[in-house]
T-cell receptor, first 116, second 108 residues
Framework: DGGITQSPKYLFRKEGQNVTLSCEQN?????MYWYRQDPGQGLRLIYY???????QKGDIAEGYSVSREKKESFPLTVTSAQKNPTAFYLC???????????????FGEGSWLTVV | AQRVTQPEKLLSVFKGAPVELKCNYS??????LFWYVQYSRQRLQLLLR??SRESIKGFTADLNKGETSFHLKKPFAQEEDSAMYYC??????????FGQGTELSVKP
């Protein structure tokens, strides 16, 4: 069954700790994205990657880091520098970064991160 | 700067009434615009994109470059249309950003 898998679905973190959210896709997509979804603020872009070993900052990259060592994987690390990390995080992917109009973005089910 | 604005957080209509969800954008280049929908407890999914000029589930959206708008319309709302709707703007560099979202509630 092809698709995007995010894990864990629920994660609790103590203040001062880093935590990594996993995003894996078996759709052979080139581009992958991380968004943060907060009530009333919609989806805000954290990082995106168009090809392996390359990624760009989105609008709210501070306090986050990513890597893209493999085409199918785009993990997001929420660092202790992120001042308000409690949120719902969504990963997405699509096939051709240079043809955004010609291909659909697929979303994962999301990960809930709570800082305790 | 690339920006998407959905001015209404909540839109409530009765079944059978017309619906218009507003979306305005800011982008200096040639925009690629989309509408995404999120039904309760489901993943975000593409509803329609401006380049295909298609109608999905009775919804249509026309890109108005003069007004920098991409409003989503449906002539007769159904209860199953109740969901969160997000307008999205993409560029040729691969960046894709979303608006704040509008919750549509269709009452019987």
């Amino acid at each position: 069954d092809g698709g995007i898998t995010q894990s864990p679905k629920y994660l609790f973190r103590k203040e001062g700790q880093n935590v990594t959210l996993s995003c894996e896709q078996n759709l052979n997509h080139d581009a992958m994205y991380w968004y943060r979804q907060d009530p009333g603020q919609g989806l805000r872009l954290i990082y995106y990657s168009q090809i392996v070993n390359d990624f760009q900052k989105g609008d709210i990259a501070e306090g986050y880091s990513v890597s893209r060592e493999k085409k199918e994987s785009f993990p997001l690390t929420v660092t202790s520098a992120q001042k308000n990390p409690t949120a719902f995080y969504l990963c997405a992917s699509r096939s051709h970064p240079a043809e955004i109009s010609g291909n659909t973005i697929y979303f994962g089910e999301g990960s809930w991160l709570t800082v305790v | 700067a690339q920006r998407v604005t959905q001015p209404e957080k909540l839109l409530s209509v009765f079944k059978g009434a017309p619906v218009e969800l507003k979306c305005n954008y800011s982008y200096s280049g040639s925009p690629e615009l989309f509408w995404y929908v999120q039904y309760s407890r489901q993943r975000l999914q593409l509803l329609l994109r401006h380049i295909s000029r298609e109608s999905i589930k009775g919804f249509t959206a026309d890109l108005n470059k003069g007004e920098t708008s991409f409003h989503l319309k449906k002539p007769f709302a159904q209860e199953e249309d109740s969901a969160m709707y997000y307008c999205a703007l993409g560029n040729q560099g691969g960046k894709l950003i979303f608006g704040q979202g509008t919750e549509l509630s269709v009452k019987p």
